[in-house]
């Protein structure tokens, strides 16, 4: 996949996105899934590109969003590959760093997608993408500036990638300098891992 599409994109999301807070779940879902491709790593990972949906355990609306941005993605990636890997989406309830951190390895998740309700969290959450090489995604500039890769959000009417460009590296990301020219960098919060 090009940059031009990417753009075009972009495009698609200005002119479909509603007047609200951050970017509808199906547009969200479908630039998640772009993006990846702008991540060298995810070429040579073993299929299926698995990527978790993260949403934390107990909090109806953080569960309620995980279900939603789960079916979202599953319909973004159905019948789509990834620099030729298909993609595989599960989600996983957050109750403690180590539980996470066992979740995603027994189930090989190459890219999570933090839901609102795990904020609290974001630390121990970057700490255990670290660790496991995951590329991490969210839907808040708080989220990066504490850890965390990618976000996914709208500024005004139009969509826009925010990268933590230290949190990508130490994710083990390899990102394309195309990517980079169409997204803005965040600076982390001086206490982020």
């Known amino acids: ?17 509603p007047r609200a807070e951050g ?9 998640l899934v772009r993006i990846l491709a702008y991540d060298r790593r995810m070429g040579v990972r073993p299929p299926p590109l698995t990527v978790a949906v993260l949403y934390r355990e107990g909090n109806a609306d953080s569960e309620d969003q995980g279900q939603e941005f ?15 890997r298909p993609v595989r989406i599960v989600r996983v309830g957050f109750r403690d760093p180590t539980q996470l951190r066992d979740d995603l390895s027994r189930a090989r998740v190459v890219a999570l997608y933090a839901c609102e309700g795990l904020e609290a969290d974001t630390m121990g959450i970057a ?14 500039r708080t989220e990066l500036e504490q850890g965390l890769a ?28 195309g990517l980079l020219s169409l997204s803005q960098l965040v600076e982390p919060a001086r206490s982020t891992p």
């Open 1 to 17: 996949m090009g940059l031009t599409s990417l753009g075009l994109m972009f495009v698609l999301l200005t002119s479909q996105a």
């Open 70 to 84: 789960t079916r979202a993605l599953e319909s973004a990636s159905r019948g789509r590959s990834v620099l030729g």
């Open 150 to 177: 990618i976000g996914l959000g709208r500024q005004g009417d139009s969509p826009t990638i925010l990268i933590q460009l230290a949190a990508a590296r130490a994710e083990g990301a390899d990102l394309d300098a």
């Open 23 to 31: 970017l509808p779940p199906n547009l969200r879902a479908s630039l």
């Open 127 to 140: 700490r255990v993408t670290r660790q496991l090489s995951i590329l991490s995604f969210a839907g808040s």
